[in-house]
Antibody
Framework: QVQLVESGGGLVKPGGSLRLSCAAS????????MNWIRQAPGKGLEWVSY????????FYADSVKGRFTISRDNAKNSLYLEMNSLRAEDTAVYYC????????????WGQGTMVTVSS | DIQMTQSPSSLSASVGDRVTITCRAS??????LNWYQQKPGKAPKLLIS???SLQSGVPSRFSGSKSGTDFILTISSLQPEDFATYYC????????FGQGTKLEIK
């Protein structure tokens, strides 16, 4: 079935690094643009980063620009988020989500992985 | 950035009620407005895309409409499984979510 599975979350100290992965199955991954979205505990959804289906177009939220790097490997049906210089305010559940329609909606979501930044 | 202002932030209603949630864009976004439902501990689920296009499998009691830069999610007759948090999202430019509306049982 159509599925996105995130991994790589955990506890990291401020200033540390973490790499999240998102494994896709059940659909043609290289047809889909992909995003990372995060949700701090008890808060709303915050879009983090976008990558086009080919990987040629990439965008970041101002809050993570220069610290986070999105990438994808279409041969491995995988999406990644490299997170550096982590701060307490980066603590959140991180979701990967994608879509393929021109309206830009995210019609496939993973279950999320928790990232906690704390000393 | 295009900001989305969603209201109300919370709403109490009863089974069978008709409810509306509104999202206002800070500038024109054409029809690039989507609605999501999120239940506690779960990922969001796409309900409506392009302002009014109901996703496959979503009950017809959900509908979306537009008036100028205001977008409205309507649930015509609330069911027990509809109590959740709802988010609007604009995808006209870099994606931006509204603050969310928590729909609670009265």
């Amino acid at each position: 079935q159509v599925q996105l599975v995130e991994s790589g979350g955990g506890l990291v100290k401020p200033g540390g690094s973490l790499r999240l992965s998102c494994a896709a199955s059940g659909f043609t991954f290289n047809d889909y643009f992909m995003n990372w979205i995060r949700q701090a505990p008890g808060k709303g959804l915050e879009w983090v980063s976008y990558i086009s289906s080919s990987g040629e177009a990439i965008f970041y939220a101002d809050s993570v620009k220069g610290r986070f790097t999105i990438s994808r490997d279409n041969a491995k049906n995988s999406l990644y988020l490299e997170m550096n210089s982590l701060r307490a305010e980066d603590t959140a559940v991180y979701y990967c989500a994608g879509g393929r329609a021109a309206d830009g909606a995210f019609d496939i979501w993973g279950q999320g992985t928790m990232v906690t930044v704390s000393s | 950035d295009i900001q989305m202002t969603q209201s109300p932030s919370s709403l109490s209603a009863s089974v069978g009620d008709r409810v509306t949630i509104t999202c206002r864009a800070s500038q024109s976004i054409s029809n690039y407005l989507n609605w999501y439902q999120q239940k506690p501990g779960k990922a969001p689920k796409l309900l409506i895309s392009a302002a009014s296009s109901l996703q496959s499998g979503v009950p017809s009691r959900f509908s979306g409409s537009k008036s100028g830069t205001d977008f409205i999610l309507t649930i015509s007759s609330l069911q027990p499984e509809d109590f959740a948090t709802y988010y609007c999202q604009q995808t006209y430019s870099t994606p931006f979510f509204g603050q969310g509306t928590k729909l609670e049982i009265k």
